[in-house]
């Protein structure tokens, strides 16, 4: 069965540090995101992406945060320079077409930044 | 305001019996969806059963049922026949209409069901 893949499954960083969180979506879907879970709390949507543009971004997603898919496969979310309080589990997922409503996740990249 | 309410921070529940973890929400949109997503300790979040605000029957998928009451905005996931591999934390979700045609979903605290032996 096709699934969403991440990597790496943890990062630990430095403070002020970039990183780049890599997910590859299931093949045919079209539509892509990124969600963040703080320990302990509720998911929170980050960013929608569509015919390689941002359709929607949340008030988290400030100039720090940036999304590409570089090429047929990869989504990637790159933090420019890292925060304590982006420590978080990622999650990418992919959703299949418009009347599809599904969105299926990944299982996740822990960021820890120290 | 909050979106989405799961008033049970903790549930537990025998083996083999049912259980029902509660979901009210909130929106204007007479378009939307409601989803239940299931996290076990291991943390991915995996897509158990969706229920749309036209459809006439409520959703089932295996084990899994949504009571969709929609006069009363609740959309509560029920679990027959509990297996302790169900021990998990659940997290009802709506999507909202977002950009373009796109959308986002809202995630609600989430319930830590405990199954017991």
């Known amino acids: 069965e096709p699934e969403v893949t991440q990597t790496p499954s943890h990062q630990v960083t430095q403070m002020g540090q970039e990183v780049i969180l890599r997910c590859v979506p299931i093949s045919n879907h079209l539509y892509f995101y990124w969600y963040r879970q703080i320990l302990g709390q509720k998911v929170e949507f980050l960013v929608s992406f569509y015919n390689n543009e941002i359709s929607e971004k949340s008030e988290i997603f400030d100039d720090q945060f940036s999304v590409e898919r570089p090429d047929g496969s990869n989504f990637t979310l790159k933090i420019r320079s890292t925060k304590l309080e982006d420590s978080a589990m990622y999650f990418c997922?992919?959703?299949?077409?418009?009347?599809?409503?599904?969105?299926?996740f990944g299982p996740g990249t822990r960021l820890t930044v120290t | 305001a909050q979106k989405i309410t799961q008033t049970q921070p903790g549930m537990f529940v025998q083996e083999k019996e049912a259980v029902t973890l509660d979901c009210t929400y909130d929106t204007s949109d007479p378009s939307y969806g409601l989803f239940w997503y299931k996290q076990p300790s291991s943390g991915e979040m995996i897509f158990l059963i969706y229920?749309?605000?036209?459809?006439?029957q409520n959703a089932t998928e295996g084990r899994y049922s949504l009571n969709f009451q929609k006069a009363r905005k609740s959309a509560n996931l029920v679990i027959s026949a509990s297996q302790l591999g169900d021990s998990a934390m659940y997290f009802c979700a709506m999507r909202e209409k977002g950009g373009g045609s796109n959308y986002k979903l809202t995630f609600g605290k989430g319930t830590l069901l405990t199954v017991n032996p």
């Open positions: 997922a992919s959703r299949l077409a418009l009347k599809t409503y599904e969105q299926y």
């Open positions: 229920q749309g605000s036209y459809d006439q």
